[in-house]
Every structure is written in structure tokens, then in C-alpha cells.
């Protein structure tokens, strides 16, 4: 009898995104389901984002979900199972993981193969009364260091997705004439002057449904011809008055308005393997 502890090395699917970014606006209670299979041996390049089954699965359980600290205060997002193989599943090599968001059927949000350190091993094959500790992981990180993603939305992307620690949706945008750098470490806009609910729409730009865009109007409350307000930078909060910020972004080109005048906000999230960026 043989105890293997095994990580999954695989891609988020398309799928994935849209579930996220449809949390992050409308949270919903998931229950993640870990399945492994013996549909032939996978390699790196095997992997890919549109994905939308394995390819012999067979069997899954539903996962124990934590979070950890990978650079930042529970960034990463991590799935556990543990499989005890019995009858027929005795015998078959396991070198196929999905993570699916139900307990038959339902949609695979996760595709990728077992990874046994520290021999680096893609297949295991199971005899009688071993079991198999499978562990994947989903990190929320930064694409670039300009994403404008902060420390503190990276935490809120994984209980979102996760259903952890009762997240709220990302509803509210911002806007303010603060001008300090972008910064992960931020938590409020620098100079914020006005705050409203969003509505929402999704775009595909790598993948279907992978974009989650914010839009918002506001009409100027302050500003003259002689001192117009100048804004700079925009946020997208969970909350109407404080919580989370999930990012800041200082405007390209800053506008000037004056009183009376309506002031559109628009932001973007693309969400894609290796990250998430802001715009």
C-alpha cells in the first residue's frame, strides 16, 4: 500500500474566467469537485484553455477549499482531495485531473495532470489500498506590475471564486482626482470624490466571456469653468461608502468636467492564464 501526495499541474479553462468574473458581480455558493482519469498520458503542451471535458474520467469528490499566502495575504486558492480507489478504478493509471462545478455532468473549470514530486512523475498507477492526496491551486496574480490589481482584491478574487469568508460582489466604481502611483498596497483611491453602482456587460478578447466590464455614469457635483475638476483615477469597490478596492487605475489621458456635467466611468478585467489585467 502506497500514500501519494500529487500536485495538479494544469490550465484554468475559459470557463473558469466567466465563472469568476460572473462572481465577482453576482457571488454565488460553488462546491468544487476534484475528478481524476486515465484518458492517456499528458505533457505540457497537451494543455489548453478551451477544454471543456477530460478525456476519460473516472471518478470525482468534492474538495476541501482553503487559502494561502503565495506573495500576498491569501492570494492562492487551494482544492484538496483525497481518492481511496476501489473496485474497477483499481489497476487504472491516474494521468488526468479536471476540477468541475458539479458533482456529475456540470462544467470542468480546471484541466491538467498529476505532478509527483519530487520525481516529477505524470501518471500513477493504483494498486490495492493506496490512496492518492491530490492538491491544485489557483493563484491570483498580477499579469504585469501596472495591472493595477491590489493586494487586497487578490485576496477578494479567490473568495470569490471560492466562496470563502462570505465575499461580496465587486459592484461599485469610482472615480477621484488623486495622482499617486499605482500601487498593489493601495486599499482606497488617493482623492476620491464620488462612488455609484454598476452596471455590467462581458467582452471576449482571449477567451468567450473572459472580460467583466464595469460602467457607470455621475453627474459633477463640484467644478467651474475657472477650476474644473480634473479626474485622474478610477476603483472598483464591493461596497457603496468603504470595503475592498479590487483595483486602482490612473487614468491615461485625466478629463476635466465642470458642475452639471455627467462623468462615464468605464473599467475592464481580463482574466487569463498566468494573471489578470486592468484597464
Known sequence: MSTFSVYGYGKPTYGFFDDLLYRAHIPSTPTWYIAWGNGGTLVVGDLSNTKSSMNT????????????????TND????TVTFSPTGDQVGKTMNELGVYDAASGGNMRWWGFPWLEPDGLSGITIATGDTVAVTIEWNAKQESTSSGLTNVGMA???ALWGNVSSPAGMTYIAYGTGTTAESAALTTLTTEVARVAATFSKESVYGTNDTLKWTATHTAASGTVETPLTVTEIGVFDDP????????KLAASPRDFIIGQKVGMLAKATLK????NFS
Do not use: K, P, Y
Open 57 to 72: 474520467e473516472v471518478t470525482r469528490s468534492a474538495a476541501t477549499i482553503t487559502r494561502t499566502n503565495t506573495t500576498q
Open 76 to 79: 492562492t486558492l487551494t482544492l
Open 156 to 158: 477578494a478574487l479567490t
Open 241 to 248: 461608502t468603504t470595503g475592498i478596492m479590487l483595483f486602482r
Open 273 to 276: 492564464d498566468g494573471g489578470v
